[in-house]
């Protein structure tokens, strides 16, 4: 019966189609190289290899000869003969029709607050209380429902020494932890930044990443709450995360550098790898790490933090629960989150940021993959792009178009707010909130 799949194919040769459809010079071609398009169809995330000549033909409306080619033809004609170097065409971004509440409320933080440099939802406390971080240094609580402010701290900000700008120039970014004790202001893509008990006004760890390729990432830092304490995990060297009690500075990670020298200290831990934004799920059980390896390829990366604070200093190396999600050329600092603890989302459908489709990637980081493998996406939804959100029932995407409400059982698009680009996810409150100037705008989810 297998015999009946053979057949003759569009190369001239008995077997059976393997692949996606190649335009008829992609297929001919045996010596030279295309520049191709990836186009997609518009049925699913169908698509097919398009010379320039063909895609352009295509976008014209005019007919474009495609045909599927056996396994070595395509091996040919796919890794010897073309590169995709652009996307066209549409993926099917299917859509469901849901109700979606329009009402947002615009919040104004108080004028004797002045300017406002950032905010942090404070997630475990009762209410929709925020951190607010004014440009005169003030640290101050704001209970959005209430108008409630109460100033905690203020600190000295440093200027932040000058970098060449690539991604972004330096900026202060504010980070707080659960239940709002301790707050860090860092400068993402620079190198430092403090730790502050709100409690008491001590700075407790003054953050030194180090200047290397810095104005590449944000500043890695995250808060976690472990064990009825809060930790924080931090940059201290391009390629070196440590955890820190937030309390009294204590270092919970001790551990030689590794070298990428050989003799050196443990060269088979060294890591060429950049670290980035830091995202750790909801109960903070693991951390996405959107890093980099030169030259430059974007590695998401995943990991247990449970592991690495209970005994295993080199989980954010080594560890057995490390996963790679993906290698992508040129592209991160892109959007990333959690949905519960062991799925996580990004963006991008592609391997280089020159031919990436719009679109979020799902993973289950729990399980097991083949060792120096990226796991398979569980699912695949054409369509997110921008700031990924999610409460674990729905996938949210701000970017330019505004919200976008994605489902997680199917990958629908089920509702659209134009003109909204939330920022925030305030996780104890319910609310995607976007901070304009001197304001909040707020939406509540479901
Ligand atoms: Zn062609
Ligand atoms: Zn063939």
């Given at each position: 019966?297998?015999?009946?799949?053979s057949?003759?194919?569009?190369?001239g040769?008995?077997?059976?189609?393997f692949?996606?459809?190649l335009?008829?010079?992609?297929?001919?071609?045996?010596?030279?190289?295309?520049?191709?398009?990836?186009w997609?169809t518009?049925r699913?995330?169908?698509?097919e290899?398009?010379?320039g000549?063909?895609?352009?033909?295509?976008?014209?409306?005019?007919?474009?000869?495609?045909a599927?080619?056996?396994?070595?033809?395509?091996?040919?004609a796919?890794?010897?003969?073309?590169?995709?170097?652009?996307v066209?065409?549409?993926?099917?971004?299917r859509?469901r029709?849901?109700?979606?509440?329009k009402?947002?409320?615009?919040?104004?933080?108080?004028?004797?607050?002045?300017?406002?440099?950032?905010?942090?939802?404070?997630?475990e406390?009762?209410?929709?209380?925020?951190?607010?971080?004014?440009?005169?240094?003030?640290?101050?609580?704001?209970d959005?429902?209430?108008?409630?402010?109460?100033q905690?701290?203020?600190?000295?900000l440093?200027?932040?020494?000058?970098?060449?700008?690539?991604?972004?120039?330096?900026?202060?970014?504010l980070?707080?932890?659960?239940?709002?004790?301790?707050?860090?202001?860092v400068?993402?893509?620079?190198?430092?930044?403090?730790?502050?008990?709100?409690?008491?006004?001590?700075?407790?760890i003054?953050?030194?990443?180090g200047n290397?390729?810095s104005n590449?990432v944000?500043?890695?830092?995250?808060?976690?709450?472990?064990n009825g304490?809060t930790?924080?995990?931090?940059?201290?060297?391009w390629?070196r995360?440590d955890?820190?009690?937030?309390a009294?500075?204590?270092?919970?990670?001790?551990?030689?550098?590794?070298?990428?020298?050989?003799?050196?200290?443990?060269?088979g831990?060294?890591?060429?790898?950049?670290?980035?934004?830091?995202?750790?799920?909801p109960?903070g059980?693991r951390?996405?790490d959107d890093g980099?390896?030169?030259h430059p390829?974007?590695?998401?990366?995943t990991w247990?933090v449970?592991?690495?604070?209970?005994?295993?200093?080199?989980?954010?190396e080594?560890?057995e629960?490390?996963?790679?999600?993906?290698?992508?050329?040129?592209?991160?600092?892109?959007?990333?989150?959690w949905?519960?603890d062991?799925r996580v989302a990004?963006?991008g459908?592609?391997?280089?940021?020159?031919?990436?489709?719009?679109?979020?990637?799902?993973f289950?980081?729990t399980?097991p993959?083949?060792?120096?493998?990226?796991p398979?996406?569980?699912?695949?939804?054409p369509?997110?792009?921008?700031t990924?959100?999610s409460d674990?029932?729905?996938l949210?995407?701000?970017?330019?178009?505004?919200?976008s409400?994605?489902?997680?059982?199917?990958?629908?698009l089920?509702?659209r707010?134009?003109g909204?680009?939330p920022g925030?996810?305030h996780r104890?409150?319910?609310?995607?909130?976007?901070r304009?100037?001197?304001?909040?705008?707020r939406?509540?989810i479901g």
């Amino acid at each position: 019966m297998h015999m009946n799949y053979s057949k003759m194919l569009s190369c001239g040769h008995q077997g059976v189609p393997f692949g996606y459809p190649l335009c008829t010079h992609v297929r001919v071609a045996r010596e030279g190289y295309l520049s191709c398009v990836r186009w997609y169809t518009g049925r699913g995330l169908d698509s097919e290899r398009l010379c320039g000549d063909c895609a352009a033909a295509r976008r014209r409306g005019e007919a474009v000869d495609v045909a599927l080619v056996c396994e070595a033809c395509f091996a040919i004609a796919t890794e010897d003969i073309s590169e995709v170097t652009s996307v066209g065409g549409q993926p099917e971004i299917r859509t469901r029709d849901e109700a979606i509440s329009k009402t947002i409320v615009r919040t104004l933080f108080p004028e004797s607050m002045g300017p406002v440099l950032d905010v942090a939802p404070i997630n475990e406390l009762f209410g929709a209380k925020w951190l607010v971080l004014a440009s005169n240094g003030a640290l101050v609580r704001f209970d959005s429902d209430s108008g409630v402010c109460e100033q905690l701290v203020t600190l000295t900000l440093q200027a932040a020494a000058p970098a060449e700008p690539w991604w972004s120039r330096v900026n202060a970014r504010l980070h707080v932890s659960g239940r709002g004790e301790f707050a860090a202001v860092v400068n993402d893509y620079g190198c430092d930044g403090t730790i502050v008990d709100l409690r008491t006004g001590a700075i407790t760890i003054s953050l030194e990443g180090g200047n290397y390729k810095s104005n590449t990432v944000p500043y890695a830092f995250a808060f976690v709450d472990a064990n009825g304490r809060t930790l924080a995990i931090h940059r201290t060297k391009w390629n070196r995360l440590d955890v820190s009690d937030a309390a009294t500075g204590a270092l919970l990670t001790t551990r030689e550098s590794p070298s990428a020298l050989p003799g050196g200290p443990d060269p088979g831990r060294y890591r060429d790898y950049f670290h980035g934004a830091l995202v750790v799920s909801p109960h903070g059980r693991r951390i996405l790490d959107d890093g980099w390896i030169w030259h430059p390829v974007g590695v998401p990366t995943t990991w247990s933090v449970e592991r690495w604070i209970a005994g295993n200093v080199w989980e954010s190396e080594d560890g057995e629960s490390r996963r790679r999600l993906a290698w992508r050329s040129y592209y991160w600092n892109r959007g990333g989150c959690w949905l519960d603890d062991a799925r996580v989302a990004i963006t991008g459908i592609g391997d280089d940021d020159e031919a990436m489709l719009d679109g979020a990637l799902i993973f289950d980081v729990t399980a097991p993959v083949k060792a120096g493998q990226c796991p398979e996406p569980t699912m695949t939804i054409p369509g997110p792009a921008g700031t990924l959100f999610s409460d674990g029932v729905s996938l949210f995407s701000a970017d330019a178009k505004g919200l976008s409400r994605w489902s997680l059982s199917g990958g629908a698009l089920t509702g659209r707010i134009a003109g909204f680009r939330p920022g925030y996810y305030h996780r104890g409150a319910c609310e995607l909130v976007q901070r304009d100037g001197s304001a909040l705008i707020r939406w509540r989810i479901g």
